[in-house]
């Protein structure tokens, strides 16, 4: 018995254990050593004293954050030499982890990762469809292609990029290094240092692997930085995110160290597990018959939901089985907290020294047969069920890491897995290439299947087509979408109606502060008037006039860090402390987390009751992993929770009705205040040089502005202009006219609740109809219903009724003002059609002209909206902005901004023009930008005297005589060599022998010159609608079969899209407008 009472082999001289662990078989050594010494074993390697813990009763201990920390050796120690102080591999209380830990914990909330379903079932589809089409003979290896779906899954949900494993034979030089990486620092951790230096080719291939990784992770970062998103993304969070703690936000290493963690940790281990599971459902018939059972009971032939993963509880329990049995993360390192005193454990059998070093074998403590029986070995899906898997002993099952240093990316992790599982299962069946196949492990850093491979045979009733179309089913992905969609407004009830209530949350993932909002938004139709604040900054000050609704959690048995003060203080309060709070609670938890589920949510509802607080009704609890928690919620709310506080309260819910939607207004026939504009951007007053009309009468009128700027603003080639426009004189005068409004009365707020007006403030009723709300918005079907229940006149409410349900509003663009010029029986007030209306918003236009010209000028190219509608008689269809525009003379002013192309930086305009080729695609006023690029050619061409890279702009009007924009300026442009215009006519071509066509029939008839432009590396712009853009994409596709069949190589939609995305990623910039 060694020192400590832990037992130890005998040893060698100088080498001591040396020779007890095989490197390439480590968790075998362990378990060997395990069955020769017992559940702790101590080894000293060339000095070095390791010590391994093989069983539960020990492991438990170690996993109490009161007395060990995560001690960061072995391997993962090695891996700091890649990753730094990343989330896995940072030692405790290093500053760069706290606040990236922090940062992140909201992005991979539940309701976070659910929001990344969809990229996740992308790229499982790519992996399913791949199964299909290449054939049923076809041997798939298992890893291979697990690993490029968990890392094609995490580098798109998290990051936004593909790497487009699946359209390639070789896998993504990213897992070459990666393994190589992993492979070599479980190698340096178990051997002696002195031996690594002299392996000097290994060292420098190591090293090599490191820099890769942080190159190519760089790259992603500076072209998310380059290339900003509205992505709700991991790195989006790393980018933008600040600690809630410190306020810092995530320094440029530190991210790039976390990105490395999450490409490494973030699909390695997963992929592992994948492997793993569908071992055992291929060895075991039963298990997979019984898998697809589940399968077709929940799911059947339609596509998987996100909700649909929580169902299947059979699969759950078999990745809970097989992670019990394969832990991929094979190994946790502890060490005491007590750096002077020597901890112990084993009821005070085994010393631990002061800074030494435990490693927890997580594959032996997993078949502990006191924990797990004597049949520890068996693949028993079972013994994982929904009850028994809650009823585990605490600290039974842990494969993802413990305490505050556990996978902060699980829920992902495990979506994965079950996703994959039921795709597969809808689609094939599954067998062994070979049926005698024993399970080999591959043991680098992590675990996982060896050299197994299987077939993927089509279901009976399937073939690949069919298998696309269920893939492609038309079963939105996203649950709960009517809950998350909703925003917190206060504008649908009069404020003297409502009751006020508090509503406080404790949140680290997010999650149930986002449930906390949902209770906001529908408060007020419920009528209340609701604050929302953290549970923290309560503390000390219930409020007893008013009901109290708490969310919070229990994150491994532990407040949420907004929580806990409040935690602290309301366990302290004394009895009848709290008498006349009365509160609603409820808690939401991770049912994986067996002995602290929920604890948090029942001690905050246990507290506030012994100290006298009264519950309105009984504490509800919830399952974050169950992936309905949006649905829940939200059911809860209308079963519970809102019949519970209107019946307290006696109120009434407002149903959205119309009757309790209003401002209360008082009209005032004096000259009212000044309308003061206020907007989130900042404006500058700008001054009209020039509005001239470019096309011929009878053309589609399009105007060329040119605006004055202030002095000290600038701009760049491919910026934008906003716009704060004013609603058309006629529409407003219409609007004043229904309700019997004259030109000098203003108004001022007495009552309600709104966005756009402030109560007790006074207006101008002609200003407010002009610059404040939007006069021509489509209405909303809330609004119609609500005007046909005020409609006294039946001819009118008939009338009504058949408009509406024989009209497409968005599409005939029918406003509220349009409906109730129908409807003048509808007695309403102006309150109640301002509640009805949006906020004025601003308009974006791109610059067409370049700064180099002149710097203090810049000028618009608009198309002027202004159409009969035929389905009001008399009625027009005519645009905000592009009126107002039209209507501006010279030296008028209007409200300008300037918005970068930073939030577009794709279409910039290039900075080596003499090595850069450009293909310009465009359709009327979409000519705007070009004729700014083109006007910069020319300036660089003309100042440096150099010849410029190729230039080809293909423009789409209608006429060579009404509608052709800038015509002179183009041909002089195009003679000096500046660019290669070519028009589409699709009218009136200038003469006989051209054709009418559209730009995509240019594009087609071009196409010799865009391949070769295509093969000079041009970049390719495009500046039109919805429809040029889906035309040209089109013809893309054309011209791309024709290059690969006339070369020899293989035109299919994979290859395709392949070489589409990676076009839009590297070369292709779109902007485009409604």
Not at 234 to 241: D, K, S, T
Not at 770 to 779: F, G
Not at 833 to 862: A, G, K
Not at 1019 to 1040: D, E, H, K, P, W
Request: net charge neutral.
């Amino acid at each position: 018995m060694a020192e400590g009472g832990i037992p130890q082999p005998p040893g060698w001289p100088i080498l001591g254990n040396l020779f007890e662990i095989n490197p390439s078989q480590a968790i075998k050594s362990l378990f060997r050593l395990r069955d020769n010494y017992g559940p702790i074993c101590k080894l000293v390697i060339v000095g070095i004293t390791r010590i391994s813990v093989t069983n539960h009763e020990l492991f438990d201990e170690l996993c109490d954050e009161h007395r060990f920390v995560k001690s960061v050796s072995g391997p993962v120690g090695q891996m700091r030499n890649g990753a730094n102080d990343g989330l896995v591999t940072a030692h405790p209380n290093e500053e760069n982890w706290g606040v990236a830990h922090r940062t992140l914990l909201p992005a991979f909330g539940e309701l976070h990762v659910q929001d990344m379903f969809d990229e996740m079932y992308d790229i499982a589809s790519q992996l399913i469809l791949k199964w299909a089409r290449q054939g049923s003979e076809k041997p798939i290896n298992v890893i291979e292609d697990a690993t490029r779906f968990t890392l094609d899954s995490i580098a798109l949900s998290a990051m936004g990029a593909r790497f487009n494993s699946f359209y390639s034979e070789d896998t993504h030089p990213f897992v070459t290094h990666m393994l190589r990486f992993l492979g070599e620092s479980n190698l340096r951790a178990n051997r002696p240092a002195f031996a690594t230096k002299f392996m000097w080719s290994r060292e420098r291939q190591y090293w090599d692997d490191i820099k890769y990784l942080r190159t190519f992770s760089k790259q992603l970062l500076r072209e998310r930085r380059q290339n900003p998103t509205e992505r709700t993304d991991i790195l989006n969070a790393m980018v933008n995110g600040r600690d809630p703690k410190t306020g810092e936000k995530m320094n440029e290493e530190s991210i790039i160290d976390n990105m490395i963690t999450f490409l490494v940790a973030g699909h390695e281990t997963t992929a592992g597990a994948i492997g793993f599971l569908f071992y055992h459902l291929l060895k075991d018939p039963e298990v997979w018959r019984q898998v697809q059972e589940e399968v077709d009971q929940v799911i059947g032939n339609r596509r998987i939901t996100v909700e649909d993963l929580s169902k299947l509880r059979y699969i759950n329990s078999c990745a809970r089985e097989t992670l019990r049995l394969y832990p991929t993360a094979p190994v946790i390192f502890f060490k005491p907290i007590d750096r002077v005193h020597p901890t112990v454990i084993g009821q005070g059998r085994y010393t631990i020294m002061p800074r030494q070093s435990v490693m927890a074998v997580l594959p032996a403590i997993h078949k502990d047969p006191e924990v797990w029986g004597d049949d520890v070995d068996d693949f028993r899906p079972d013994r994982m069920s929904d009850g028994k898997f809650e009823s585990l002993p605490k600290n039974a099952w842990k494969p993802f890491g413990n305490g505050s240093r556990s996978c902060i990316g699980r829920a992902f992790a495990w979506n994965e897995i079950i996703l994959i599982t039921a795709l597969a299962a809808q689609s094939f069946n599954l067998k062994f290439k070979d049926e005698n196949y024993e399970l080999e492990i591959d043991n680098i850093v992590t675990l996982r299947p060896k050299n197994f491979f299987m077939h993927a045979v089509p279901r009976p009733h399937l073939d690949a087509l069919g298998i696309a179309q269920n893939m492609n089913g038309r079963e939105s992905s996203h649950g709960g979408g009517e809950v998350i969609s909703e925003k917190v407004t206060t504008e649908k009830a009069a404020e003297s109606t409502l009751h006020p209530l508090t509503i406080l949350y404790g949140s680290n993932m997010g999650t149930c502060e986002t449930l906390a909002s949902y209770c906001a938004n529908a408060a007020v139709r419920n009528g209340f008037k609701p604050s929302i604040m953290t549970l923290d900054s309560a503390v000390g000050k219930l409020p007893v006039d008013q009901p109290v609704v708490i969310i919070t959690a229990s994150y491994e048995g532990q407040p949420a860090d907004n929580a806990a003060n409040f935690v602290s203080w309301v366990q302290s309060l004394r009895e009848e402390s709290l008498s006349g709070v009365k509160f609603v609670l409820y808690g939401c938890g991770n049912r994986d987390w067996v002995s602290t589920f929920h604890r948090i949510p029942k001690l905050v509802d246990g507290a506030l009751g012994n100290a006298g607080a009264q519950r309105l009704t009984q504490l509800s609890l919830a399952d974050v992993s169950s992936g309905s928690i949006s649905s829940k919620f939200a059911e809860w709310q209308d079963c519970k929770l809102w019949p519970c506080l209107r019946e307290s309260f006696g109120l009434q819910s407002t149903k959205e009705s119309i009757g309790g939607n209003y401002l209360g207004l008082e009209l005032i026939a004096t000259p009212p205040p000044q309308y003061t504009q206020q907007h989130d951007q900042q404006l500058f007053d700008c001054t009209v040089l020039e509005n001239s009309v470019l096309t011929a009468p009878g053309h589609k009128e399009k105007r060329h502005i040119r605006l004055k700027l202030p002095s000290e603003i600038r701009y760049s080639i491919g910026d934008y202009v906003n716009i704060y426009p004013t609603n058309p004189l006629t529409t407003v005068a219409r609007a004043m006219n229904r309700f019997g409004i004259s030109l000098n009365t203003h108004m001022k707020v007495t009552s309600g609740i709104s966005t756009i007006f402030s109560i007790g403030k006074e207006f101008s009723v002609y200003e407010s109809l002009s610059k404040c709300v939007e006069l021509n918005h489509p209405a909303t079907a809330e609004n119609i219903e609500a005007i046909i229940e005020r409609v006294t006149s039946p001819v009118e409410k008939t009338r009504l009724t058949k408009l509406i349900t024989s009209t497409n509003l968005v599409e005939e663009r029918l406003s509220v003002l349009d409906i109730l010029e129908q409807a003048p029986s509808a007695p309403l007030s102006l309150g109640e059609f301002l509640q009805m209306l949006q906020p004025i918003r601003l308009r974006q236009y791109s610059i067409s002209s370049s700064p180099s010209e002149n710097p203090h000028s810049c000028s618009l190219t608009v198309s002027v909206v202004d159409r009969k509608e035929d389905i009001i008689a008399g009625k027009r269809i005519k645009g905000v902005a592009t009126n107002y525009l039209s209507g501006l003379e010279p030296q008028h002013h209007l409200s300008c901004g300037i918005r970068t192309t930073a939030s577009n930086s794709k279409f910039k305009f290039p900075d080596d023009l003499q090595t850069t080729s450009m293909v310009m695609i465009c359709a009327g006023s979409g000519i705007a930008p070009f004729r700014a690029f083109v006007q910069e050619r020319a300036f660089r061409m003309a100042s440096s005297g150099h010849k410029l890279a190729p230039a080809i702009l293909f423009i789409g009007c209608r006429s060579a005589y009404g509608d052709k924009l800038f015509a002179r300026e183009f041909e002089q442009w195009q003679e000096a060599g500046v660019v290669d215009v070519r028009y589409a006519y699709s009218k009136e071509p200038p003469e006989e022998g051209i054709p009418r066509q559209h730009v995509q029939d240019r594009l087609w008839q071009d196409r010799k010159d865009l391949i070769e432009m295509y093969d000079g590396g041009a970049r390719f712009y495009l500046c039109g609608s919805n429809a040029l853009r889906n035309s040209v994409v089109a013809t893309a596709r054309q011209i791309f079969a024709t290059v690969v069949e006339a070369r020899g190589m293989e035109n299919t939609d994979e290859i395709y899209e392949h070489w589409f995305a990676k076009m839009n990623r590297d070369r292709v910039a779109v902007d485009i407008f409604a």
